[in-house]
């Protein structure tokens, strides 16, 4: 369990630096062992920007803290719903304004695809055509519901769910793997934004 803490600290110390947890939100969780199931996962309410002996709780399979660091995520329902639904190893949990501006804006459309944007490749994506969904289910204050909704649109092929007006919940195989995707989809989130700002203000029309 130490190196999955120490493996989960890393990972915690390189999404602060990218400043991905305003105002405490943000969950993130490193998987332990599959049978049973136990994750480590964020303690609840805590500054992640900060590091302590307490950040992180061992949970079992229902969300059951087996150790005493404090109480486990309000979120661990659905990091859970990514293990027992995927091979995941690791699995992230971020609001930044990118995510939480494309979430409302393609809300309606239920997802929102990219083509033809190199950074897909970080999906494994590699074809000239191919393209990358990412679902976008509605934020519910229930967090149980929040975790049925997350976890009905968990398919083989997703590795990414955005929350409307909420976050991100990307994971991957191992720690390493999830960090890709989660920088992966923060980028194409920033170029998509950008994007229609420039389109908005007809940017080509001066080029
Ligand atoms: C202050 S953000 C609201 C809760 C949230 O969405 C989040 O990601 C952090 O919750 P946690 O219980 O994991 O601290
Ligand atoms: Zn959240």
């Known amino acids: 369990m130490i190196s999955a803490w120490n493996e ?36 609840s309410g805590k500054d992640k920007y900060k590091e302590t002996e307490e950040d992180f709780v061992l949970v079992d399979q229902d969300g059951k803290a087996l150790t005493e660091q404090g109480k486990p995520s309000a979120e661990t329902v659905i990091h859970l719903e990514v293990y027992k639904r995927t091979d995941a190893g690791c699995s992230l949990h971020v609001h930044t304004l990118d995510n939480n501006l494309i979430s409302e804006l393609y ?6 695809t990219f083509r033809n944007v190199e950074l897909i490749k970080a999906f494994g994506v590699l074809d000239a055509d191919g393209e ?46 999830a960090k890709r995707h989660l920088e992966a989809c923060e980028f194409l989130f920033s170029y998509q934004m950008k994007l229609l700002h420039a389109k908005a203000l007809n940017l080509k029309e001066v080029l």
């Open 132 to 177: 990358l969904t990412i679902p976008i289910v509605e934020n519910f204050a229930d967090l149980p519901t929040l975790g049925k909704v997350v976890g009905e649109q968990i398919s083989a092929d997703t590795k990414a769910i955005l929350i409307r007006n909420h976050g991100i919940t990307v994971w991957g195989k191992n720690a390493f793997e």
């Open 107 to 112: 809300a309606e459309k239920g997802s929102i």
């Open 8 to 43: 989960l600290a890393c990972v915690k110390r390189e999404l602060a630096a990218r400043d991905w947890f305003p105002g405490t939100s943000g969950n993130l969780s490193i998987k332990v062992s599959n049978k049973p199931l136990t994750c480590l996962v964020t303690v």
